[in-house]
């Protein structure tokens, strides 16, 4: 077979499988793991069963399997951000300010979750510690942005809004601050089905939604 050739269905799916089921590996590994990359690599190697070139078919660098896994969170973030747009009743929440009860609704979806975000803290450590510059640790969260954009574009439009920022900036500062305070919350003895009640989800979320955005106009 020529060496251009592509891989048959039957081997991409395989393929696929077989990275699936080594990125949710790493993901039930990396919130307790204190060793190196490389270790984490030869961990995950054995619990898989691969030797070392199988294994590199499928993620050829290091910084590949750690950027998977980000992707794979990202990806369960936006998809939660879109659960919790697609399930919001404006007409449920009649006495309440519109933009309150859709940060409520957001934080109960859970975008991010305990073991998620220090998933993503030892993520970026473990690049770091790779010598990886930035824009590599960043890379899989710009490859994602589309999905993110669209969920919470789909968000705002619950509560008849649209982004006025520059909607990528926009998306960036609503998942840093949600990151970092949800973080705080944590780590100050909260626990997460009850960071709903934090005075971030119900004053400077709902803040930020109103800032970044704009009332939709009506035709």
Not at 136 to 156: K, T
Not at 174 to 187: A, H, K, N, V
Request: overall charge negative; hydrophobic content about 45%; glycine content about 4%.
């Amino acid at each position: 077979m020529p060496a251009d050739t592509p891989p048959s269905p039957r081997v991409e799916a395989t393929r696929s499988s077989n990275r699936s089921r080594i990125v949710t590996m790493a993901r039930i590994l990396l919130p307790t793991w204190n060793g190196s990359l490389s270790e984490l690599r030869a961990q995950l190697q054995r619990e898989a069963g691969f030797a070392e070139g199988p294994f590199r078919t499928l993620f050829p660098d290091d910084r590949d399997l750690l950027q998977a896994v980000d992707h794979a969170l990202l990806e369960e973030c936006a998809q939660r951000v879109r659960s919790a747009a697609e399930a919001f009743d404006p007409d449920a929440h009649s006495g309440e300010a519109p933009e309150v009860a859709l940060s409520v609704a957001l934080a109960q979806a859970y975008p991010l979750d305990w073991s998620s975000l220090t998933i993503r803290l030892r993520e970026r450590l473990l690049a770091a510690s790779t010598g990886a510059r930035s824009e590599d640790v960043l890379e899989a969260e710009r490859a994602f942005l589309p999905a993110l954009l669209d969920a919470f574009e789909l968000l705002l439009g619950r509560i008849g809004r649209r982004f006025a920022w520059q909607p990528t900036l926009a998306v960036r500062v609503l998942i840093l601050t949600y990151e970092r305070s949800f973080e705080s919350w944590i780590m100050s003895g909260g626990n997460e089905q009850s960071f709903a009640r934090s005075s971030y989800v119900q004053q400077t979320l709902p803040e930020l939604l109103l800032g970044v955005s704009e009332p939709v106009a009506a035709e």
